[in-house]
């Protein structure tokens, strides 16, 4: 079922017949004799035919006058995986409705970010999905602030924020319109007492559909984690953001996020970037019955629930791509963590006033010895800024001076040949690593931000073991985000952001490819000439017109090819 095919009754009314988990997110189900809406998975009874309707989108079911069920919570539904399509308009759309616009700009904003027409995005969004933006945007709200109102203690008053409402008096008139109860009805009924977590810690599950490898999405992220900015262990990713911090746990069936934020409001767009982080939308089993086939089928079915691991920002993803040119991945590790150091921004733990400073400061206090890029209390590394870390724990690192013999290829080449510690492509927790994936990454807690595209262009990157050529890349690209140029959150078309993005100095079909893959989301994407992929694809006989066949999953047949080793 693609977003462009129109739902068949029989194969929709099956599908909840058997509580299909294939269909979650895919489409909704309405009953007329109740006016509920369901997941297709939903225990209760399965109503008769006559009084069922479907839906394409939660918002279509409401607008249509349908409440959501209790029990099977249609706010924990994943994303429907057809609208992870890059290309798609509405697809480009909803990211950005997830990400807050429509809440902050209105439609006429989210036309902006999508240079179309306001006319022209209702009505292909009335076609395609039978709600408009607003709608859309205003089902996600209620559906958030349904979550946390069963799922925490957050204050009433946080929730209506946090979900993105514009006042407490906006939210009861949604909910007792959309829902016909208010939130303190429906907080009563779940039995929740209005107590916040500790800190103000906010703690949801995000869904997905299984099979889910979480050992070798947790081993990428881990084996990739900036120093400072991330933590990631074999049991948790966690991360610094503005005004607080946020923690990922696998757990069984779905992903718990614990978020501590100053500010609540900025929650809705935190859940977004977590679920795009970690692929959470994917829909395994179409990927799994188009790769199967094909020469990598074995490895398909090795390992089913592969997912291509996201980017929380675009932009940091893309510094993270042209960092990583031709070194090792503990190399670019530790560049990128010198980087955040220099330009990044200190952040304290929400509601600290004893930890403060600007970027170039050292988080801490007389407690912290070392400097900006080591993990809080670690006193065993001491220097400046500049001083490369220079721990027996690092393999190559990317002090090495630029175009040293070990190393070979063009600017734009994937990082690392045979003879390093390690490239891009390699699996998570490859042997050939010093620092395998259940490494600490970031030795406690994360404490700095990455730096913005604004930060970056502004920033002195002299000293800190990269080319003038590989700066100049970073900071023409940082001018080009930070001038509105170049969108890399989703929101712009991908082709014509791979066509800006060659059009860099320093950025090749590699680093382009890679970008796309993570940052755009492309399903199709394919790093070319990747060094792990191309030793890959010669260790099991494949030729590269094989390529063609895995469309439109070629990122993810990618994934399998890095893991193979």
Same mark, same amino acid.
């Given at each position: ?40 998975? *939903? ?28 029990? *099977? ?493």
């Amino acid at each position: 079922m693609t977003p462009h095919q129109t739902l068949d009754f029989d194969s929709c009314y099956r599908a909840v017949s058997s509580r299909d988990t294939r269909f979650d997110g895919r489409f909704y189900t309405a009953v007329t004799s109740t006016g509920i809406y369901c997941r297709p998975i *939903c225990p209760a009874r399965t109503p008769a035919r006559k009084n069922v309707r479907f839906y394409r989108h939660a918002a279509a079911a409401e607008a249509a006058g349908f409440r959501p069920c209790r029990r *099977c919570r249609p706010e924990l539904s994943p994303g429907d995986p057809g609208w992870d399509v890059p290309a798609d308009l509405v697809g480009r759309a909803l990211r950005l409705i997830d990400d807050g616009v429509a809440d902050e700009h209105g439609v006429a904003g989210l036309a902006g970010r999508l240079h179309v027409t306001e006319r022209h995005l209702l009505r292909i969004f009335t076609t395609r999905l039978g709600a408009g933006p607003l709608a859309v945007a205003r089902t996600r709200r209620l559906l958030l602030a349904k979550q946390l109102l069963t799922e925490t203690g957050l204050p009433i008053t946080d929730v209506a924020f946090a979900a993105g409402f514009g006042s407490v008096r906006q939210f009861n008139a949604s909910m007792r319109d959309a829902y016909g109860f208010s939130p303190t009805d429906l907080r009563a009924s779940a039995g929740r007492l209005a107590v916040a977590g500790p800190g103000g810690e906010v703690t949801l599950r995000l869904g997905y559909r299984g099979p889910y490898d979480v050992e070798a999405m947790f081993g990428f992220l881990a084996a990739r984690a900036i120093p400072g900015v991330e933590d990631v262990t074999p049991d948790h990713y966690r991360r610094a953001v503005p005004g607080g911090l946020v923690t990922v746990t696998p757990a069984a069936g779905h992903l718990t996020l614990s978020v501590a934020l100053e500010d609540t409001r900025h929650l809705a767009r935190v859940v977004a970037r977590c679920r795009r982080l970690f692929d959470l939308d994917a829909d395994p089993d179409a990927i799994a019955e188009a790769l199967g086939p094909t020469a990598i089928g074995r490895l398909v079915e090795r390992r089913p629930g592969l997912r291509v691991p996201g980017a929380f920002d675009g932009f940091e993803l893309a510094v993270r791509a042209v960092v990583g040119q031709q070194v090792s991945v503990p190399g670019a590790r530790t560049l990128l963590g010198r980087i955040a150091a220099r330009a990044g921004t200190t952040v304290p733990p929400p509601g600290d006033a004893h930890r403060t400073g600007t970027a170039d400061d050292p988080p801490g206090d007389a407690r912290q010895a070392g400097t900006t890029g080591d993990p809080p209390g670690d006193a065993h590394r001491t220097g400046t800024a500049d001083d490369p870390p220079g721990d027996a724990r690092q393999a190559g690192t990317t002090g090495d001076p630029p175009g040293d013999a070990r190393r070979t290829g063009t600017a734009d080449d994937p990082p690392g040949d045979a003879r390093q510690a390690g490239t891009t492509g390699d699996s998570p927790g490859d042997a050939r690593r010093t620092g395998t994936a259940g490494d600490p990454s970031g030795g406690g807690r994360p404490y700095l931000l990455f730096p913005t595209a604004e930060q970056l262009a502004e920033a002195d990157l002299a000293g800190l073991g990269m080319t003038g050529r590989r700066v100049e890349t970073l900071k023409t690209l940082a001018g080009l985000v930070a001038g509105g140029e170049l969108d890399l959150d989703g929101g712009a078309d991908p082709a014509d952001t791979a066509a800006r993005l060659m059009a860099v100095p320093g950025i090749g079909p590699w680093t382009t490819g890679y970008i796309v893959m993570r940052a755009l989301r492309d399903p199709d994407a394919w790093p070319d000439k990747d060094l792990g992929l191309v030793r890959a694809m010669k260790a099991l006989g494949i030729s590269e017109e094989e390529t063609e066949r895995w469309r439109p999953w070629r990122a993810y047949a990618a994934l399998h090819l890095w893991s193979s080793s």
